[in-house]
């Protein structure tokens, strides 16, 4: 089980994070993106004005432009416009706060973690808890932030290499939606790597390179064998996995749990929420978006493909469902 209590706590925070190692998850998930002096903070996006309260902070109102992620005119504060101490004076806040109500009665309370600080969270709760809390950090928009200068991967080698982390049997698995910094990192790194997979279009690097292959072809038999040379897990949309029609009902399963089994791959799709808005119309309580669904049943189904594992928002259920199992 993956990711953080964000069902429960705004997400990216180390309470989110502790609080998902508390409630059985194996793994806590750093999304990294970097500073403008080349720290890697956690954060869901580049563009911060969603996750922080940024906007309420009149030194920073200049900051605020548009550019051009992966194909994608975003307007607002991004992180690599800062350094490490102007971030440290933001405080987090509820992504989702229509979905998760909730949750903004936390928010304004967490700083902006480093990777630094959840490396160290995870040994902290490693030796309270008595089991290993891995850490699972994901190279958010990697040609993004190589093109600004700011390449997250030699980053992110020298801290695992620093944290005696680089090395077989380490807790820790490194992702990626794109391949190319995927395949350089198997070159340094001794942990598991995960090639994360959209429901849909391709690799930015891909299309940045004029490679037609999308994320569909990856999950075919073939692509699954292309994978496996250079990672160790797919990380899938649940869709691509259980598609759903045109109304969000399920379709039936995909082969792709037992082609990449046979590829050699674990397969750890994502992200498992809750809320009806997130769930297959099958599972939904409601016609309301915020309102909980039959989570447990969806993990039920998941489950019985056989998936390896499972990145979700809610880990106490996501580990009852596996307990159950």
């Known amino acids: 089980v ?25 793994y806590i998930e750093p999304d990294l993106v970097s500073t403008k002096d080349g720290v890697l903070v956690s954060r869901h996006e580049p563009e911060i004005g969603g996750t922080t309260d940024v906007a309420e902070h009149p030194e920073f109102a200049n900051r605020r432009t ?23 004076t933001l405080r987090a806040k509820e992504r989702i706060p229509d979905l998760r109500p909730g949750n903004t009665a936390y928010d304004g309370q967490d700083p902006i973690p480093t990777l630094q600080e959840v490396i160290d969270l995870s040994k902290r709760l490693s030796r309270e808890l008595h089991r290993p809390i891995g850490i699972a950090p994901e190279t958010k928009h990697p040609s993004y932030f190589r093109r600004a200068g700011l390449a997250i991967e030699p980053r992110l080698v020298a ?51 004029g490679d037609p292959r999308t994320y569909a072809d990856m999950v075919t038999p073939a692509g699954l064998r292309d994978v496996a040379e250079y990672a160790d897990v797919i990380g899938p949309d649940t869709t691509v996995l259980l598609p759903q029609d045109d109304s969000d009902h399920l379709t039936g399963p995909t082969t792709v749990v037992a082609d990449a089994h046979a590829a050699g791959l674990q397969v750890v799709p994502y992200t498992v929420r809750a809320e009806n808005s997130f769930l297959p119309a099958d ?3 409601s016609p309301d978006p915020a309102r909980h669904g039959d989570v447990m049943g969806y993990f039920r189904l998941l489950l019985d493909q056989g998936i390896d594992g499972v990145f979700s928002d809610f880990p106490d259920l996501a580990v009852q469902a596996r307990d159950e199992r």
């Open 2 to 26: 993956i990711r953080g209590a964000s069902g429960y706590r705004p997400e990216h925070t180390l309470t989110a994070y502790e609080l998902a190692a508390r409630m059985g998850a194996d």
């Open 66 to 88: 548009t550019k051009v992620v992966d194909g994608q005119r975003l307007t607002g504060w991004f992180a690599e416009d800062f350094t490490l101490a102007e971030l440290k």
């Open 159 to 209: 801290q695992l290499t620093a944290n005696g982390l680089n090395r077989p049997g380490a807790k820790v698995v490194v992702q990626s939606f794109e391949v190319g910094n995927l395949q350089e990192l198997d070159e340094v790194l001794q942990v598991r790597l995960v090639q994360l997979i959209d429901s849909s279009g391709a690799p930015e690097d891909f299309k940045e390179h």
């Open 283 to 285: 599972f939904r309580s």
